[in-house]
């Protein structure tokens, strides 16, 4: 049972619009989200995150916004710049129960802004 | 510099063959992970730590050991490999398990098991 999903496996854009990545979940016990970005051949970097009691949060270029009635999150980018052509990881997890040390990952979205 | 440091970066064996995967963080975090990666299956929690001594299964444990006696380094250990654990492997780590830290990853190691 996979408990994150990101439908998207590809995404592209033209460079200056907006991007959007989705992101859906199952377990409303998560209470944590995170936005991972992959180049290749190096390991995931933190981008962006969000605690469920809050519906946005902003940085710089990055807007990420959760909306858990419908178990869902999205990370915008605007504009689009080709540096951010990259893979794009949701990832989900428990701040204080005794799950927490677990984290949940998408299988990734693969963003190409095209100049 | 920060960082996690693993080693090998790439590894090609065979199976039955035991492997060990090091990682090292210099960042004096209290949690450290690891996942791997597969093609359309994103990544995958194998092992995590929430701090010396104390480790737990992720989803994919099966067929892999860890052990957390320092602080710094967290090894992956695949006593016999086979084919299907051919993989992209990271190892991460956080200030802490609990609460709101984001993950630092290494680089990688890719795994191939003939």
């Known amino acids: 049972d996979q408990q994150v999903k990101q439908n998207s496996p590809s995404l592209s854009v033209q460079e200056g619009r907006i991007s959007i990545l989705n992101c859906d979940y199952t377990n409303s016990m998560f209470d944590y989200f995170l936005w991972y970005k992959k180049y290749p051949a190096e390991g995931p970097t933190f981008l962006i995150s969000i605690s469920s009691i809050k519906d946005k949060n902003e940085d710089g270029r990055f807007t990420v916004f959760l909306n858990k009635s419908a178990k869902h999150l999205s990370l915008h980018i605007v504009p689009s710049q080709p540096g951010d052509s990259a893979v794009y990881f949701c990832a989900a997890k428990f701040t204080f129960n005794t799950n927490a040390g677990k984290s949940t990952f998408g299988d990734g979205t693969t963003l190409t802004v095209k100049p | 510099e920060a960082q996690v440091t693993q080693n090998p970066r790439y590894l090609i064996t065979v199976t039955g063959k035991k492997l060990t995967v090091t990682c090292s963080q210099n960042?004096?975090?209290?949690?450290m992970s690891w996942y791997r990666q597969d093609p359309g299956l994103g990544l995958r929690q194998i092992y995590y730590?929430?701090?010396?001594?104390?480790?737990d299964k992720g989803d994919v444990p099966e067929g892999y050991k860890v052990s957390r006696k320092e602080k710094r380094n967290f090894p992956l250990i695949l006593e016999s490999p086979s084919p299907n654990q051919t993989s992209l492997y990271f190892c991460a780590s956080s200030l802490s398990g609990t609460g709101t830290n984001e993950q630092f990853f290494g680089p990688g190691t890719r795994l191939t098991v003939l």
């Open positions: 730590s929430m701090n010396v001594e104390v480790t």
């Open positions: 960042m004096n975090h209290e949690y």
